[in-house]
């Protein structure tokens, strides 16, 4: 297994906000953390990323604790994807790609052939390579998602970290980004995504993580954890889950909350 939680504890310092957190995720796998506000998925990944302390359990990385591995080499193992990212100066896209191999120099090393290389097949595994000699900010939300994605890919790394990666984004970017997150999983890569649609566990994932106040409340296969009764001990309001088909009889399944009692307005 590469990413293996166990019961971890941890928090801020004043107290800890996991209480207890257990969950795996291999090669190919799309895990996706759903819960509401507050329920512990921020403070879940910055715990992996080894920017909070862990006051109980393990995290393991291929069968080795993240606390016997270096800065260096974690960042060789884990890419952090965040939702908006706004540098401070106009950089192309293949300047903003290259900065992920930042982890493989050496103090006042500067990129080489070898690393723009690298760059340009990262976009191309994104289909955004056309995007390269392009000013990132110049670019909408959903091709900034994108160039984040391979700048994580030209890092290396086979574990990403990707908060909320579909907020902001127009249908057809929502529906272009998620076709990109199932490609990298078919690629091998292991993605870890917080969400707040109960149907993105369904549409690109294989396991979900269902918390709530810092607890699991369930982890496992979309279709086990995700029921009408689960997602309204989450999230306190009456959902139906609902299977169907598409026009080319594809299974989907829809998550509607419930308005037991319409009010006048």
């Given at each position: ?63 080795k ?7 260096k ?58 995007l ?25 790394a ?69 029921t ?38």
């Amino acid at each position: 297994m590469l990413l293996e939680i166990e019961n971890v504890f941890g928090g801020y310092g004043n107290g800890d906000i996991l209480k207890g957190i257990s969950c795996s995720a291999d090669y190919g796998d799309v895990l996706c953390l759903l819960g509401p506000n507050g329920c512990g998925k921020t403070t879940l990944f910055r715990i992996i990323l080894g920017s909070l302390p862990v006051s109980n359990g393990k995290i393991k990385i291929a069968g080795k604790n993240i606390s016997d591995f270096t800065t260096k080499t974690l960042a060789n193992m884990i890419a952090y994807i965040p939702q908006y990212h706004s540098p401070v100066f106009a950089y192309t896209v293949l300047d903003m790609v290259i900065m992920g191999r930042a982890s493989h120099f050496s103090a006042f090393e500067t990129p080489k052939e070898p690393d723009q290389e690298a760059a340009f097949a990262a976009l191309e595994k994104v289909n955004a390579l056309p995007l390269a000699n392009r000013k990132y900010t110049s670019l909408s939300g959903g091709q900034r998602q994108l160039v984040l994605i391979a700048r994580a890919i030209c890092q290396s790394a086979k574990i990403f970290i990707m908060d909320e990666p579909a907020a902001n984004l127009d249908y057809a970017n929502h529906q272009l980004l998620m076709e990109v997150i199932s490609g990298l999983a078919n690629q091998g890569y292991c993605i870890i995504m917080s969400t707040h649609s109960p149907e993105h566990p369904f549409s690109v994932g294989n396991k979900v993580l269902l918390m709530k106040s810092g607890k699991v409340m369930g982890f496992g296969s979309p279709k086990e954890i995700i029921t009408s009764e689960t997602l309204q001990s989450v999230y306190d309001i009456e959902m139906d889950v609902i299977t169907t088909h598409d026009r080319y009889g594809r299974e989907r399944t829809i998550c509607l909350p419930v308005n037991s009692s319409p009010k006048a307005f």
